[in-house]
């Protein structure tokens, strides 16, 4: 089956400091990946996505991932942090299968994030 | 202001209670989720609708029955559910399987 790992349950940062928050996937065909972010009282919602193309994907809110298909990675960076970005961060993949049909999304279990002012 | 609605914020109910959770989308989209949120777990998929029907039902028990009937609305009725089963349950929707997910807010369901 597939799942997503994102190894780090909390990371706490202080401000500018950089930030790379890892997510591996195991499933060994073609893939598209999602970074989903939750702020504090607010719903998910989509900060960047992996369908194909070049493997480093920018966000919104100056965030970043590249994907290494070799690694099974895709992991996210921002080089300066602020308090703002103080939320939840989920990586979440899903399978495009033989014939294009699309697998469902399946969710790591989430990276909270604290930065410190 | 999500484009996805779901009410009520908050739902307290005893295990014998019957309620249902509602969703709402305005965003055009033709498929919707339910979601599964606990704590220290993943988000775990419970119900895929696409145009209406009913695609995919992830091993959920009966005691949540899913309803959608149209592609804007979509509903979790609840029967006899366990503590086990308090949550913030999540609705999402999209525009074909393979485009991203918008969420809404979500029900905080507790059981007792």
């Known amino acids: 089956a597939q799942s997503v790992s994102q190894h780090n349950h909390h990371v706490i940062l202080s401000e500018a400091a950089s930030l790379e928050l890892g997510c591996n996937y195991s499933?060994?065909?073609?893939?598209?990946l999602f970074w989903y972010v939750q702020y504090p009282g607010q719903h998910l919602q989509l900060l960047l996505k992996?369908?194909?193309?070049?493997?480093l994907v920018k966000g919104i809110k100056g965030f970043e991932a590249e994907f290494i298909k070799s690694k099974f990675s895709f992991n996210l960076r921002k080089p300066s942090v602020q308090w703002s970005d103080t939320a939840e961060y989920f990586c979440?993949?899903?399978?495009?299968?033989?014939?294009?049909?699309?697998?469902?999304?399946?969710f790591g279990k989430g990276t909270k994030l604290s930065v410190k002012p | 202001e999500t484009g996805v609605t779901q009410t009520p914020r908050h739902l307290v109910m005893g295990m014998t209670n019957k309620k249902s959770l509602k969703c709402e989308q305005h965003?055009?989209?033709?498929?919707m989720y339910w979601y599964k949120q606990s704590a220290k777990k993943p988000l775990e998929l419970m119900f895929v609708?696409?145009?209406?029907?009913?695609?995919e039902n992830n091993s959920v028990p009966s005691r949540f029955s899913p309803e959608c009937p149209n592609s804007s609305h979509l509903f979790l009725h609840l029967h006899t559910l366990q503590p086990e089963d308090s949550a913030l349950y999540l609705c999402?929707?999209?525009?074909?399987?393979?485009?991203?997910?918008?969420f809404g807010d979500g029900t905080r369901l507790s059981i007792l």
């Open positions: 999402a929707s999209s525009q074909g399987r393979e485009r991203p997910q918008h």
């Open positions: 499933y060994g065909g073609t893939v598209n």
């Open positions: 992996y369908f194909s193309g070049d493997p």
């Open positions: 979440a993949v899903n399978a495009v299968n033989y014939g294009g049909s699309q697998g469902n999304l399946i």
């Open positions: 965003l055009g989209h033709n498929a």
């Open positions: 609708y696409n145009f209406k029907e009913q695609t």
